[in-house]
């Protein structure tokens, strides 16, 4: 297994395009590294047991890949952020021979990652680097209608860029969709969930079948965090529902149905037009 380069009093780190300094760090909790960029932590990764989905919003997107296919059965997978890859190695792990290609604007942060976080021999993972928009311009055409999986999960520091938050970028995305593929979007947000209700309201547009997967109270819009939209142009099985709940992070919810409806009722689909960055979280979100 590869082993992640020894961490000493000054981390591996990089300084990014827009100034803010990515550091690959030991992870505090849990075994494993962590991808850090101006403190804000984006990836946590355990080079010894990929498996290890550390971050409760990436073992709530996990639990849904599981769900995907026959289990062990290989995925073609399109990921939109790096990050350290995580997700990605995920799927190598437990479903070995996948298609994936990833996207990642920073070159210097993959450089970063590579160097200290190297992937598995053998796995058919491809990283591009470009915009997660303009690369889907140019991924390669027989990709169109054929992933089982693309995963959007782009992050600029704490925030994901306004121009990959609408209709218009989750339409292009949708394009290479198997019949039965699933979206998988990664949506922070606080109080009132507003933002989070318009993203529902714009995978609502563009994909006929949703479901979000989230904490409680985060659900409810009582504390900041994570919610996972998981969307298909096929009914998603019934059967998934309890199997999710069941697989944690606990304690979870599955919102669905009416319920989903009254989450997102009133919001404003987003466009190109008027499309914002999801919101920055507080520091205290990240303290330890």
């Known amino acids: 297994m590869a082993r992640a380069r020894e961490v000493g009093a000054s981390a591996p780190s990089v300084r990014l395009s827009d100034g803010t300094l990515a550091r690959v760090v030991p992870s505090a909790f849990g075994g494993g590294w962590e991808l850090d960029v101006d403190g804000t932590p984006q990836s946590h990764v355990d080079l010894d047991d990929p498996t290890h989905l550390h971050f409760e919003y990436v073992a709530r997107m996990g639990a849904v890949i599981d769900r995907l296919r026959m289990p062990g059965q290989p995925l073609t997978a399109i990921h939109l952020g790096a990050g350290a890859l995580t997700i990605p190695r995920y799927v190598e792990a437990t479903r070995p021979g996948s298609r994936q290609q990833v996207v990642e604007l920073e070159p210097a942060l993959w450089d970063l990652v590579r160097e200290n976080l190297p992937l598995p021999r053998g796995a058919s993972i491809r990283v591009r680097i470009g915009d997660a928009r303009e690369a889907l311009g140019r991924l390669p055409a027989g990709l169109v209608g054929a992933a089982d999986l693309i995963v959007s999960d782009v992050y600029s520091g704490a925030q994901t860029p306004a121009h990959l938050t609408t209709v218009e970028f989750f339409t292009a995305a949708a394009r290479f969709l198997s019949p039965d593929g699933v979206l998988l979007v990664?949506?922070?947000?606080?109080?009132?969930?507003?933002?989070?209700?318009?993203?529902?309201?714009?995978?609502?547009?563009?994909?006929?079948?949703?479901?979000?997967?989230?904490?409680?109270?985060?659900?409810?819009?009582?504390?900041?965090?994570?919610?996972?939209?998981?969307?298909?142009?096929?009914?998603?099985?019934t059967e998934w529902l309890p199997r999710l709940m069941a697989a944690g992070p606990h304690p979870a919810k599955v919102a669905e149905g009416r319920e989903l409806e009254d989450f997102a009722r009133g919001a404003r689909v987003a466009t190109?037009?008027?499309?914002?960055?999801?919101?920055?979280?507080?520091?205290?979100?990240?303290?330890?």
């Open 272 to 288: 190109d037009a008027d499309a914002t960055p999801s919101p920055k979280p507080s520091a205290s979100v990240f303290s330890r």
């Open 186 to 237: 990664n949506v922070a947000d606080g109080a009132g969930l507003a933002f989070a209700r318009r993203e529902v309201a714009t995978v609502q547009a563009v994909l006929e079948h949703v479901i979000v997967l989230a904490e409680v109270q985060t659900l409810k819009g009582r504390r900041f965090g994570n919610l996972v939209i998981a969307a298909s142009p096929a009914p998603l099985p």
